[in-house]
């Protein structure tokens, strides 16, 4: 696993070749439809300016001991993208209509104000508490929060301009730690949207290598799910991936039909329920 410094250098050169991605793009490409439901390609953009923004200003209060939800905010550890989508989206599109033709200068502006804040984290301030709808989260685990955000819109857009794209493989490091650490926005708590009670759980194995060992169980009540360590005991699914399927499965960017199909996942045990798995993992 990469320190924390390597993964914060790789943040601040993987946002700045973003940028330069940003800037060759055609003017009609801006307005074509993202992998996200309700936003264009700009939209996708306008939201990462805000969420920099947003990350800053949470990082630099936590700094000074501040760390209650900001007007507006819920409580930590209250958020949760299934009751905050709608308002998500809307924030994005209005902050896109705010900045027009100013975007790509706004994220350039915004992303290297926040990732130099980042990379100047002494190890003292890497552990004082700050806010975020997710949890109170130590300002140095923003690092990885700003690239799970990075990477997956950034496949969102590219995805779409160019089919077969993954995940960038710099982030992938950040991934690892927010899904075997579960911090705010880029746990596996976030990730659940919870539904009906299920009259048996079901048991879903994981056996993730690359680029870090992930061997975990994930047993879905249906209305909540716990993690338990991979034990003799079968599992009724099995999932067999890189980190990159599966952080894009668990963000709710590939389903598991589509996932075997690439080539990308390896599934056993009850086909059915490997392919409801989608029904709990949705993301952001």
Known sequence: ?????????????????????LSDLPDDAWGKQSACELWSVADVVAHL??????????????LK??????????????????????????????????????????LEDRTNHLTELLAGLNPA??????????????????????????ALHQWDIRSVLEPGVG??????????????????????????????????????????TDPAQFKVDIVVEGDSFRFEKSSPEPADVTFRCGTGALALMMYGRLDVADAVSQGMLEVEGDGGLGLRFGQWFKGI
């Open 65 to 106: 001991g501040e760390f209650d939800p900001p007007e507006g905010r819920p409580e930590a550890g209250t958020g949760h993208p299934s009751t905050g989508a709608a308002g998500t989206a809307e924030g994005a599109i209005a902050n896109r209509e705010r900045l027009s033709g100013n975007l790509l200068s706004a």
């Open 125 to 150: 301030d890497r552990d004082k508490p700050c806010y975020h709808p997710g949890g109170i989260v130590p300002a140095g685990n923003f690092v990885d929060l700003r690239f799970k955000e990075l």
């Open 167 to 208: 995940l960038a493989p710099d982030s992938l490091p950040s991934m690892v730690v927010l899904l075997t650490e579960s911090f705010a926005s880029g746990s596996i708590r976030w990730a659940f949207w919870p539904g009906p009670v299920l009259g048996q759980p079901v048991r879903y194995r994981f056996d993730v």
């Open 49 to 62: 300016v805000g969420n920099a923004e947003f990350y800053a200003a949470t990082v630099e209060r936590g």
């Open 1 to 21: 696993m990469s320190s924390w410094e390597e993964r914060a250098k790789l943040l601040q050169s993987g946002s700045k070749e973003f940028q330069r991605y």
